[in-house]
């Protein structure tokens, strides 16, 4: 059974900072690349951050909105995926959400989600 476990949400001021894990088991984790996306009350759910495993060499990349505040980073040993994020902004408050995707499988996997609320 696949598990994504989103953790480390909450509650911080605006200019603060949060580091999101998410722990995978059932998959083979260093097969899969790993996203965070998040969804705002009344939108829709938008892609954040991803990161490959190549090897030696992880590749990451970001939305423009989150650039230069957040970092991605994998710990493939331990299956787990990071979120660091910096400078938060009222406009990050949102639902954050894991996801694993495969292309070998096509498909992906999400977890339940964890709340960042950023008060200004």
């Known amino acids: 059974q696949v598990q994504l476990v989103e953790s480390g949400g909450g509650l911080v001021q605006s200019g603060g900072s949060l580091r999101l894990s998410c722990a995978a088991s059932g998959i083979s984790f260093n097969f899969f690349i790993m996203a965070w996306y998040r969804q705002a009350p009344g939108k829709q759910r938008e892609f954040v951050a991803k990161i490959t495993s190549g090897g030696r060499t992880d590749y990451a990349d970001y939305a423009d909105s989150v650039k230069g505040r957040f970092t991605i980073s994998r710990d493939d040993a331990k299956s787990t995926v990071y979120l660091e994020m910096s400078a938060l902004k009222p406009e990050d408050t949102a639902v954050y959400y894991c996801?694993?995707?495969?292309?070998?499988?096509?498909?992906?996997?999400w977890g339940q989600g964890t709340q960042v609320t950023v008060s200004s």
């Open positions: 996801n694993a995707y495969s292309v070998l499988i096509g498909g992906s996997f």
